[in-house]
Nanobody, 122 residues
Framework: QVQLVESGGGLVQAGDSLRLSCVAS??????YAWFRQAPGKAREFVAA????????YYAESVKERFTIWRSNADNTLFLQMNNLKPEDTGVYYC?????????????????WGQGTQVTVSS
């Protein structure tokens, strides 16, 4: 059974940092990503990491502030978020896909976690 379980969300102030984790079980995937959904808005791409090549891709709004990486040893995906802004508030989802290509579309990912809430106060 495939499972993606996120953790690490919380309530922080603008300028603070958070690290999200996503533990994948059941199998390994070719590509992993983080998406987020703010209240009243559509879910949007944040960052992606291909498993084998280690290629990383970021949304423009988080470049230079967020870093995605994975640990092969324990099949865990991370998202380090620095200099958080109120507009980063939302539910953050971990997603996984079989393809090893860098994927940034929501429809590209077949497996999703339950999400973890990140709230950034001004």
């Amino acid at each position: 059974q495939v499972q993606l379980v996120e953790s690490g969300g919380g309530l922080v102030q603008a300028g603070d940092s958070l690290r999200l984790s996503c533990v994948a079980s059941g199998r390994t995937f070719g590509s992993y990503a983080w998406f987020r959904q703010a209240p009243g808005k559509a879910r949007e791409f944040v960052a992606a990491n291909t498993w084998r090549g280690g290629n990383r891709y970021y949304a423009e709004s988080v470049k230079e502030r967020f870093t995605i990486w994975r640990s092969n040893a324990d099949n865990t995906l991370f998202l380090q978020m620095n200099n958080l802004k109120p507009e980063d508030t939302g539910v953050y989802y971990c997603a996984a896909a079989s393809s090893s290509k860098p994927l940034t579309g929501e429809d590209d990912y077949a497996y999703w976690g339950q999400g973890t809430q990140v709230t950034v106060s001004s």
